[in-house]
């Protein structure tokens, strides 16, 4: 992301009027939406509508040791659940006014009839469980990761601006973990954490599942090409989600990153193409606990914090109000000039 | 506020389509959104719509002493620049689709020409300098408290179903320090901070205005009457929205409180009749250091963390949508019966 324009947009930025830097991180998210703006040749005004998130669907293998507090057929039931606007994802995109897709990566069982906002592009009937060996092969995950970048292409193809990440997959904490593991050198002691629901018992249980991963899938781990990570502990709908982000980066678009599960598809990008973290803005802190020390680790910092960790995109769909109300600051304040008010001493 | 229904609507809440207690802070913010409309006879279900913020403005007579950045002229031309559109808190309600009101309670000069969303009810050409004595007189603060009342009675009778605070008035948070100050007793040094951007020297010249305030003021202060505090300290627009958050206690509605100095006026009207905590949210923790230290003394969590501290409404504006967003869910989610979805081995 070409910078150059930085003190220019700053200095718009302090003459609107507000005392300077007074709507602090709102003045960051519009600083870096006009910078995302001008290196898509948008103009240099920045851009916050018309917002879509992709709410990507798969199952997992892993599932099978017991890591999870619901059963895989979940996975299923919420996708029909999401085809007929009752989940929260539905609720929260229908009061933020943000489009949703539902994409079936690789949901077990026969494809879903034709429905408004579903995109049928099963991969596989769901992964192996990575306990026990790869997750899939290296084509299907770099057929799901082209799906995702197919997926961004379309947007920008249709004028969207600001795309949001969204997943439904049971067990797919475990995977998340896995590949933050594999991705971050991390102990899986320090990442595993309830998901939905788990006692302590149950957690320590899935950091083991989650140890023999990586384990078994050993030769797939760093300093291997990171696709070969992601199709060893990752998922479907994760590696997906993975090439989402980067073409929204491939053709400058914003990209709101939701909780834990969507973390680890942007760390998968993020090794495969370090530069998607100059589109990459981060809905909210999870109440998964590893989140915290992974946005950490990543030098970030969520827009959001209000203790959720349900994924779907429900995080994605309460910061857009946000990004849009940074986007309409920059756009629409009056500055000191046209409003004809006082600066402070500083400026005098 | 009665809250025996709290077991019937934790049960809804479990029963909704995601993993138990997944959605965090919003299934509090349902749960008292529920209780607010039940203890009103609105039916038992959350609303958060219509919206409506009141941003109250006044000058305060200690300006003259040299504790903001901007010339005391800046409250006349802000009020100018809300009733033209340009302000934050007009960007960020359009963007929100939230109601604004903008209320003269004491801007110095002349009334405002007639305006769509303004009302003229200036009490006096704003406060006399708390440094030197008292900032208004009981009785102009008992009408001030009174015409914030008289706004919630009308926002309730016109169907209003959140309210929100917003002021505007250069050096009211040297006001609103001093009256933390007083009724919290806490020494000045520990709250004072930069409002519009104060450095160092300025801010402990600003604590010293605060010390002296609490000096020449002290027959006033606690154990007195809470409102001889609130008009030896406060300042008009903050007697004001005292009245607001009173009078939707009074009228059982949801009342959003923005930063610092909205805080402050909460803090008297939490002395004046401590019920107003049940219908109160706070919308975000302000960038102005003090406000961190009197939320952990309230006992209560802001709604967002945006690093603020532009007041006039503009985190209540940002937090509406949050709101918005809790009541859906909880009026649209689908059960997991209607859904047909199966629930954690739980709940079996």
Redesign the interface.
Known sequence: LNKSATPDIQARLDN???????????EDLALRLTLISMAAGRGNLPQADPARIYTCAADHGVAARGVS???Q??TR??V??FL?G???VN??T???DVELRVVDVGVKGADFADTPGLLNRKIAQGTADISAGPAMSLQECISAVELGISLAEQAANEGIRVVGTGEMGIANTTAATALYCAYLDLPPETITGPG??LNEQEIRHKAGVVGRALQTNHVELPPADPMRTLAALGGLEIACLSGLILGCARRKLAVVIDGFISTAAYVAAWKIHPSVGDYAFFAHGS?EPGHSVILHHLRVRP????????GEG?GV??AI??L??AA??YN???SFA?????????SA
């Open positions: 609107l009027t507000k005392p300077r830097g007074s709507l602090g991180r709102l507090k619901f059963p057929e979940v039931q919420m029909f659940n007929n009752g989940a929260a609720v929260f229908r009061s933020s939905t629901g109440a827009i959001l914090d209000l203790g959720m960790r349900l429900t769909a309460l109000p946000i849009r109300a309409a600051m629409n304040m009056a046209d409003a004809g008010v006082s600066g402070s001493d500083d």
